[in-house]
């Protein structure tokens, strides 16, 4: 069992930068691969990001490559989204995910492959 926290959301301007962070606990930290999804209201819940364990392999949705960053610290058993540029359709609760590894370094742009879940962070950007 893990369980996720997410911090680091806010009210940004349009091109700002925010840093979400998610914060897991148990000791096994380093054995899951990470997601970061959002939710616009009224939209299906959407992949943003994804890291496997060691932060070697990353992946990110068409609509964030290049501005958003995905990495991790297991040491301090934290993910973290770095959001730079933002645009108003940023605009979501994000959640972050987590689900272990048998084997490999490797990770999952599906949510239904993820088996924990964070509660969320609202992200709100405007024109």
């Known amino acids: 069992q893990v369980q996720l926290v997410e911090s680091g959301g806010g009210l940004v301007q349009a091109g700002a930068s925010l840093r979400l962070s998610c914060a897991a606990s148990?000791?096994?930290?380093?054995?899951?691969?990470m997601g970061w999804f959002r939710q616009a209201p009224g939209k299906e819940r959407e992949f943003v990001a994804a890291?496997?364990?060691?932060?070697?392999?990353?992946d990110y949705a068409d609509s964030v490559k290049g501005r958003f960053t995905v990495s991790r610290d297991n040491a301090k058993a934290t993910v973290y989204l770095q959001m730079n540029s933002l645009k108003p359709e940023d605009t979501a609760v994000y959640y972050c995910?987590?689900?272990?590894?048998?084997?490999?370094?490797?990770?999952?742009?599906?949510?239904?492959?993820?088996?924990?879940w964070g509660q969320g962070t609202q992200v709100t950007v405007s024109s």
């Open positions: 995910a987590a689900v272990r590894l048998r084997g490999g370094n490797y990770y999952y742009t599906s949510s239904d492959k993820y088996d924990f």
């Open positions: 148990g000791r096994t930290f380093s054995s899951y691969a």
């Open positions: 890291i496997g364990w060691s932060g070697g392999s990353t």
